[in-house]
């Protein structure tokens, strides 16, 4: 399993997790068993869960904060898992450059999202890169 292929498992899981309202591990694990077992990107898969368990809420309101006035209930299911995803690669995944998990999420919102899905996904994720930047800069430099 390419690494493409486990984004598109992984945002999987964040979409049957927020419809069903699941997010514990048993849940995630499940879904593991059913659709990815043995894969060469199992490291990828468990770095996820940690950042998922750990920081949604963090995730959920840095998405928030980027969406300008649109609260997170208001987001299609599919395309808060893709920005999900995105942005806990953004934040927490520092091998990972910011520029694919954009790309890749872009791509994602293509094949799953609605019409306008790319141009949201890729309009929020930018404020959040650009966010991080911003957090990341010495003012007295």
Same mark, same amino acid.
């Given at each position: 399993?390419?690494?493409?292929?486990?984004?598109?498992? +992984?945002? /999987?899981?964040?979409? *049957?997790?927020?419809?069903? /309202? !699941?997010?514990?591990?048993?849940? *995630?694990? *499940?879904?593991?068993?059913?659709?990815?077992?043995?894969? $060469?990107?199992?490291?990828?898969?468990? &770095?996820?869960?940690?950042?998922?368990?750990?920081?949604?809420?963090?995730? !959920?309101?840095?998405?928030?904060?980027? $969406?300008?006035?649109?609260?997170? $209930?208001? +987001?299609?299911?599919?395309?808060?898992?893709?920005?999900?995803?995105?942005?806990?690669?953004? +934040?927490?995944? !520092? !091998?990972?450059?910011?520029?694919? $998990? =954009?790309?890749?999420?872009?791509?994602?919102?293509?094949? +799953?999202?609605?019409?306008?899905?790319?141009?949201? =996904?890729?309009?929020?994720?930018?404020?959040?890169?650009?966010?991080?930047?911003?957090?990341?800069?010495?003012? &007295?430099?």
């Amino acid at each position: 399993m390419k690494r493409r292929e486990a984004r598109e498992r +992984f945002m /999987q899981i964040l979409f *049957q997790m927020e419809a069903q /309202q !699941d997010f514990s591990r048993a849940e *995630q694990e *499940q879904f593991l068993k059913l659709y990815v077992e043995d894969t $060469s990107q199992s490291e990828y898969f468990e &770095r996820m869960q940690c950042c998922v368990e750990e920081h949604l809420g963090e995730l !959920d309101a840095k998405l928030e904060a980027a $969406s300008e006035n649109w609260k997170i $209930s208001r +987001f299609a299911k599919v395309d808060l898992a893709i920005l999900r995803l995105a942005a806990a690669e953004i +934040f927490y995944l !520092d !091998d990972i450059p910011d520029s694919v $998990s =954009v790309n890749e999420a872009v791509e994602l919102a293509k094949k +799953f999202g609605g019409e306008d899905s790319p141009r949201f =996904v890729n309009g929020i994720l930018g404020k959040l890169v650009r966010g991080k930047a911003d957090e990341t800069c010495d003012p &007295r430099d």
